[in-house]
């Protein structure tokens, strides 16, 4: 995500970004800036985001993470909402958030270290999608005998291959590429779907706020199944944060008040957009 999860956690990042960040660390205050050492900006809520990176960001601002940030601004005390424009691709945590061109990722995964994480605003999972009325119905993990001989649609590299590999799925599987360029390009979501429905592949195991939101704008009645249920493999549920600078401590602070002050809000925004919200007990929440 990419910034964290959202392009599978943004994999191509290099670690050397935190040189990058190192030096932040022992800036002092600059003028107009936040609290004595930070540099976060305290009227404008200064946005990291990739231009187009629905249901995610979008330079429309029809993405959840550009509506939260919204959000965010109005609860905060910020005036305006500004943007950092920066496709996800290798070395956007160093040009953006560690450049102190912006000083907030909006979706980040908790605990990778190239950013400081808030607390988890939301969970969700990896899912598998098949059509409700079709033969997988009822196959909830990856190693259901129901896809043995099944053609499975999955993004290079992400976690669900390792599993499918496993599960000797990968013989047939239709493999779509990590990183793809969606400004001139559909989402991999969306062409997964769009394969599954032309009888392309059968199935499609891709990062569920993406595939909640492309199977909804799809119209067609599929099957969202969280894979919360698989043994072994890697993992599939992840929690998703906002990520700030290293130094930015009160400013992580005042966001992790603010999403334990406005969960409810934040829970319904998300369910809007399909994202598959899961609970401490990997149940589904749906209000």
């Not at 950013?115 to 909830?140: C, F, H, P, W």
Request: net charge neutral; charged share 20%.
């Amino acid at each position: 995500m990419a910034h964290g999860i959202h392009r599978t956690f943004r994999a191509a990042l290099i670690s050397t970004v935190m040189a990058a960040l190192m030096p932040l660390q022992a800036q002092s205050q600059s003028a107009g800036l936040g609290a004595a050492g930070e540099l976060v900006d305290p009227d404008t809520l200064r946005v990291c985001a990739d231009p187009s990176n629905m249901p995610f960001s979008d330079q429309s601002g029809e993405g959840f993470e550009d509506k939260l940030a919204k959000m965010v601004a109005a609860k905060t005390g910020r005036s305006s909402v500004t943007y950092m424009w920066y496709p996800s691709i290798t070395g956007f945590v160093r040009n953006t958030l560690g450049a102190n061109r912006c000083d907030i990722i909006m979706g980040y995964a908790q605990g990778d270290e190239l950013v400081q994480n808030t607390n988890a605003y939301y969970r969700s999972s990896y899912v598998l999608i098949y059509k409700k009325d079709g033969d997988l119905a009822g196959v909830e993990t990856l190693t259901d005998p129901k896809l043995a001989d099944k053609r499975i649609g999955v993004v290079q590299g992400t976690p669900p291959s390792a599993n499918m590999a496993i599960a000797k799925l990968m013989r047939k599987a239709k493999v779509y590429p990590l990183m793809v360029d969606t400004r001139i390009m559909p989402s991999v979501a969306e062409l997964m779907i769009r394969d599954m429905l032309a009888g392309v592949i059968d199935a499609a195991a891709v990062w569920g706020p993406m595939a909640g939101y492309y199977a909804g704008k799809s119209g067609a009645d599929l099957a969202i199944v969280p894979l919360t249920g698989e043994k072994g493999g890697q993992r599939m549920i992840y929690r998703i944060t906002m990520g700030v600078r290293p130094s930015d401590q009160q400013w992580k602070r005042t966001l992790n008040s603010f999403i334990r002050d406005n969960q409810a809000e934040i829970n319904k925004l998300l369910l809007s957009y399909g994202v598959p919200l899961l609970d401490e007990h990997d149940e589904r929440i749906t209000q």
